[in-house]
């Protein structure tokens, strides 16, 4: 138990607790529908996108130290970006993330654990709100958490209070997808071999005979051995050949399919082969990834900091530049926001992610590449100066 312990401290036995009703005498027991749903590998395709433009994103905070904890080591498992992906793939396929906030001595946050529960449950202990997770773990089979130390993010946030609703929408679905892939995989192996009956024109043979005569005919000319594909029978036997035509799904069904699981997570064919353009791109990020990351900012920020922190303006903050999903012709169309002052040369230079330039925090002017000062004047004004 020592790794546990190091992630959540000493733990408390919660001995006395009861199961928390929610508002309307709602029971909170959740048992997630399963993880089965991530073995397909068309919802895992689906998923990629998301954990991998979600990993993306850049954390920022009043608490510098926090900063720097979820930029590089959330927790002793994972950098930022695995965090990120993490949190977003366990969403996905459970519809309720739990970040385990683990607090040092003093009770300031030192590590976040994304929680890979089986199950959980709410509980009450002295006027208290807990969670109880439940693990397949067999080192760790249980564990009551208090629910001021968990950050949770939910989807299709309905009935409960605690959790977001299961994917078992899903099912039906991946069924037909999946009885699909049977029934074309059969069908090959079905049609693949040479298959018909042997007809004698003796009189009734014993039963031996016909298996024999059966067996004698598979082995000389259905074995991998007769390369040439060319049976010869004697005028006693007569082959009758079958044919068989198995039905499958037509490809505009099973296209269906596929866009039914698109739709259920958010995405689209160009989204999942990387073949979105820029427009496509940005308006998956605000449709799919800023929800998740304006959540996931928003739970980090209030559970971490006290009432007084937040009063004084603390926050935790993951935020992904847009102008990384444009084009690079987009990009370098952005130098004349460069020309006219409106962006700084570091600025611009960020966007295709080089280095910042010694004085490219000022911004400059088109004409005379000057700083902008409140005493500088452009070419035109000193003309004008002159004439005068």
């Known amino acids: 138990m ?29 048992h997630p529908f399963g993880t089965q749903i991530y073995r397909s590998e068309l919802v895992r395709a689906c998923i990629r996108p998301l954990a991998e433009q979600s990993s993306k994103a850049n954390p920022h905070s009043s608490d510098k ?27 996905e396929v459970k519809n309720t993330l739990f ?17 890979p529960y089986a199950s959980y449950e709410a509980v009450e202990y002295q006027n208290g709100l807990f969670i109880r997770f439940t693990f397949e773990s067999d080192e760790l089979r249980e564990m009551i958490v208090p629910w001021a130390d968990l950050a949770v993010l939910r989807k299709d946030y309905l009935f409960s209070d605690i959790g977001g609703e299961d994917n078992s929408a899903l099912l039906p679905t991946l069924d037909l997808i999946s009885t699909t892939n049977q029934g ?73 399919f596929r866009e039914t699981v698109y739709r259920y997570f958010g995405v689209n064919e160009d989204i999942v082969q990387s073949k979105a353009d820029e427009v496509e ?5 605000q449709a799919r990834i800023e929800p998740f990351l304006v959540a996931l900012s928003l739970e980090l920020t ?34 004349a926001m460069v020309d006219r002052g409106a962006m700084t040369p570091n ?42």
């Open 281 to 285: 791109i940005e308006s998956f990020y």
């Open 347 to 388: 600025e611009w230079r960020a966007v295709f992610n080089l280095p910042p330039v010694d004085g490219g925090d000022a911004p400059i002017r088109r004409l005379d590449t000057a700083a902008v000062d409140e005493g500088s004047t452009t070419s035109d004004e000193e003309d004008n100066d002159d004439q005068e």
């Open 99 to 115: 970040v385990y906030i683990a607090r040092d001595d003093r009770g300031h946050a030192s590590s976040f654990y994304p929680v």
């Open 302 to 335: 209030r559970k971490v900091f006290t009432e007084r922190e937040l009063a004084f303006g603390s926050f935790i903050e993951f935020n992904s530049d847009r102008l990384q999903f444009a084009s690079s012709r987009t990009k370098l169309a952005l130098v």
């Open 65 to 91: 130290r926090l900063e720097k904890i979820l930029t590089y080591q959330p927790n002793i498992f994972m950098n930022g970006k695995d965090f990120l992906a993490k949190c977003r793939n366990i969403l």
């Open 184 to 256: 074309v995989a059969n069908a090959v192996k079905a049609t693949a071999n040479l298959r018909g009956i042997i007809k004698h024109t003796k009189a009734v043979m014993d039963p031996d005979d016909v298996k024999k005569t059966r067996d004698q005919f598979v082995k000389d000319y259905l074995s991998l051995e007769n390369s040439g594909g060319i049976a010869a029978l004697d005028p006693t036997m007569e082959f009758i050949p079958i044919t068989m035509s198995p039905q499958v799904t037509t490809y505009e069904q099973m296209k269906e």
């Open 2 to 30: 020592g790794l546990i312990q190091k992630i959540f401290g000493k733990t408390k036995l919660y001995q006395n607790w009861q199961r928390f009703r929610e508002l309307g005498g709602f029971t909170a027991i959740f």
